[in-house]
């Protein structure tokens, strides 16, 4: 079982910088898949960026490379998701979500693979 909280949500101006972190408890001595969603009002929820504690892999989609950035610091309990650039459709409801795994299938992005998710913190983005 495993518990997970996101964090630093907040309201920027467009081509601002933000950083959310995503704290992962329980008791689980095995490595994870940890993904970042996010799901606007209206849409789907879609996965925008991973990383494997084991290997430190990470996986984007598209719409995000270069601008965002996942990452676990020596701490393997938290990893952090940095945006730049932002821009006004980054607007939504952002999600952590872990799953114990050897690697992260399918790039860690389909919401499909993860048993765990927490509450989601809000990212707003206007001029």
């Known amino acids: 079982q495993l518990q997970v909280a996101e964090s630093g949500g907040d309201s920027v101006q467009i081509g601002g910088s933000l950083r959310l972190s995503c704290a992962v408890s329980?008791?689980?001595?095995?490595?994870?898949?940890i993904g970042w969603f996010r799901q606007a009002p209206g849409k789907e929820r879609e996965g925008i960026a991973a990383?494997?504690?084991?290997?430190?892999?990470?996986y984007y989609v598209d719409s995000v490379k270069e601008r965002f950035t996942v990452s676990q610091p020596s701490n393997r309990n938290t990893v952090y998701l940095q945006m730049t650039s932002l821009r006004p459709e980054d607007t939504a409801m952002y999600y952590c979500?872990?799953?114990?795994?050897?690697?992260?299938?399918?790039?860690?992005?389909?919401?499909?693979?993860?048993?765990?998710w927490g509450q989601g913190t809000q990212v707003t983005v206007s001029s």
């Open positions: 979500a872990a799953e114990s795994a050897t690697s992260c299938r399918n790039g860690g992005l389909m919401k499909t693979i993860y048993k765990y």
């Open positions: 329980g008791y689980s001595t095995s490595t994870k898949c």
């Open positions: 990383i494997h504690t084991g290997t430190g892999s990470t």
